[in-house]
């Protein structure tokens, strides 16, 4: 974490509020995860294009907090063809948390990504996913978390901004790469971060692209430039302000638009 400067304030507080989280003391987790390769490679036979559909209650480049009970937001989801799904468990700055992801966990049979800003092995204790995002950029020793989570039985989904990124994400032993078009400097997002950085991920990988799918055209462009699968919040959460009628049919159809695109 030796350019936090450079980040957005945003950012930064979330780092400053993650560095206060995870008990030394909490029993250690050992998990039987779901396969994530698995989901992508079912969806794909089902002629569906493979998306991690995000719980994303607020967030720091999000308006207003959406109230809707994240284990129907989940099933709606699921009923529009996710092939698996991401729940966040940062609490101030995205309004999530461990118990969310037990409900929705408890409730689905796909894999559900634990989305947070996870610095060190104790923070793993927290509660069961099936796989958990480290973010290259803010992890000191990469080698040793990503060996911890594996040891857990945890998936790890590394995520990576660019090339030198993915090869410390490499070298550390990642298997499931996501690679994020927002810039977390800027908060700013660009398709063609995803495009640059692809063609060097190594065969074997399964590649995700996150942040900045926001239509079908978005997803093909993802899909044609090397994404096994695609990690959409917004473009599904968007509209939705409770649990109640529409709101939740419009997470159905919006889930649907991309993973028939």
């Not at 560095?19 to 998990?31: H, I, K, N, Q």
């Not at 989904?157 to 996501?178: K, P, Q, S, T, W």
């Amino acid at each position: 974490m030796d350019e936090n400067d450079a980040l957005a304030p945003a950012v930064r507080s979330i780092l400053r509020a993650a560095e206060d989280r995870g008990d030394p003391d909490a029993d250690r987790l050992s998990v039987d995860a779901r396969s994530f390769p698995d989901a992508v490679a079912s969806a794909e036979a089902d002629g569906r294009l493979p998306v991690v559909a995000e719980i994303k209650p607020t967030s720091p480049t999000t308006a207003g907090t959406r109230e809707a009970d994240p284990v129907a937001l989940a099933e709606r989801m699921i009923d529009g063809g996710a092939a698996a799904l991401s729940v966040l468990t940062e609490p101030e700055h995205f309004g999530g948390s461990p118990e969310t992801l037990r409900r929705v966990r408890a409730a689905v049979d796909v894999p559900v990504l634990r989305k947070d800003f996870l610095l060190e092995a104790a923070q793993l204790d927290t509660v069961e996913a099936d796989l958990v995002l480290l973010i290259a950029r803010f992890v000191d020793d990469l080698d040793g978390l990503v060996a911890a989570a594996k040891a857990r039985g945890f998936q790890v989904l590394v995520e990576v901004h660019d090339r030198a990124e993915l090869r410390r994400a490499i070298e550390a032993g990642a298997e499931i790469v996501g690679v994020n078009n927002r810039d977390l400097a800027k908060l700013a997002v660009d398709l063609e971060t995803f495009e640059s950085v692809a063609p060097h991920v190594p065969d074997g990988v399964t590649l995700v692209a996150e942040s900045g799918i926001a239509t079908p055209d978005d997803a093909r462009r993802m899909r044609a430039a090397g994404a096994d699968a695609l990690l959409v919040g917004s473009a599904i959460m968007d509209g939705v302000a409770d649990g109640e009628g529409d709101a939740l049919e419009t997470v159905t159809e919006n889930t649907r638009r991309l993973t028939h695109a």
